[in-house]
């Protein structure tokens, strides 16, 4: 059963950098599709980013587009999310989520999900 940690949250400067880990355990990502979501208590879920099957695409968020990049280690063991040039606004719960379906939208149609790492991002 795979399960999935994240890790590399916490408290940052506007306009710093943060990057969140998501480990596998259980098994390796292997070729899952891989998405990061990120929710503020009160609000819905988002999609910030996803790194297709075999890493032939990514989306990302309109918002955090050009300050935040997805990529994931040649063993397939962990993703990752650089956020760079961090926003008040990016402040939320940042979970990773595998085995889904990697498109524009954002599905949540992923299988196995993360508990999440807070990043609050305040002078």
């Known amino acids: 059963q795979l399960q999935l940690v994240e890790s590399g949250g916490g408290l940052v400067q506007p306009g710093g950098s943060l990057t969140l880990s998501c480990e596998a355990s259980?098994?390796?990502?292997?070729?899952?599709?891989i998405g990061w979501f990120r929710q503020v208590p009160g609000k819905e879920r988002e999609g910030v980013a996803c790194i297709s099957s075999l890493d032939e695409w990514m989306y990302y968020r309109e918002s955090v587009k050009g300050r935040f990049s997805i990529t994931r280690d040649v063993s397939r063991v962990s993703a990752y999310l650089q956020m760079n040039n961090l926003k008040p606004e990016d402040t939320a719960k940042y979970s990773c989520?595998?085995?889904?379906?990697?498109?524009?939208?954002?599905?949540?149609?992923?299988?196995?999900w993360g508990r999440g790492t807070q990043v609050t991002v305040s002078s």
């Open positions: 259980g098994s390796t990502l292997g070729n899952y599709a």
């Open positions: 989520a595998a085995l889904g379906t990697c498109t524009p939208n954002f599905q949540e149609d992923y299988m196995y």
